[in-house]
């Protein structure tokens, strides 16, 4: 495959709405899962083994990620590493993010300086 488009409203559209689990799988390449995460009332999330990253698509709230908090609305992007706890607090109802966890277990090496 050389390319895959998916759009917003597809993916929101295939987020179960019954389920205690909001987030659903829409594209898997390589070490690439792309995801689409939308938590309702509380988000319990537990640190994960590979970094990801996450782009607001719609709604806001807050980015709660290691001693940092921090204000994310659309089009905002924010990244954690893999092990950090980190989480959504304050978001609104309609909140949901694309999420990409990608590289090795563990987390990819940071830049030496």
């Known amino acids: 495959m050389?390319?895959?488009a998916i759009t917003a409203?597809?993916?929101l559209a295939r987020v179960p709405e019954l389920r205690a689990e909001r987030s659903?799988?829409?594209?898997?390449?390589?070490?690439?899962?792309v995801k689409l995460y939308a938590p309702r009332g509380v988000d319990d999330q537990?640190?994960?083994?590979?970094?990801?990253?996450?782009v607001v698509?719609?709604?806001g709230g807050e980015f709660v990620s290691g001693d940092g908090r921090r204000p994310c609305a659309a089009g905002?992007?924010?990244f954690a590493a893999a092990?950090?706890?980190?989480?959504?607090?304050?978001?609104t109802a309609d909140f949901a993010v694309w999420v990409m966890?990608?590289?090795?277990?563990g987390g990819e090496e940071a830049e030496k300086q």
């Open 2 to 4: 050389s390319t895959h």
């Open 9 to 11: 409203a597809e993916a």
């Open 24 to 33: 659903v799988l829409l594209f898997e390449h390589g070490t690439l899962q």
């Open 46 to 54: 537990t640190p994960h083994a590979r970094d990801e990253l996450y």
């Open 57 to 59: 698509l719609q709604g």
């Open 76 to 78: 905002d992007f924010l």
């Open 83 to 91: 092990g950090v706890a980190h989480r959504f607090e304050n978001f």
């Open 101 to 105: 966890f990608y590289g090795p277990v």
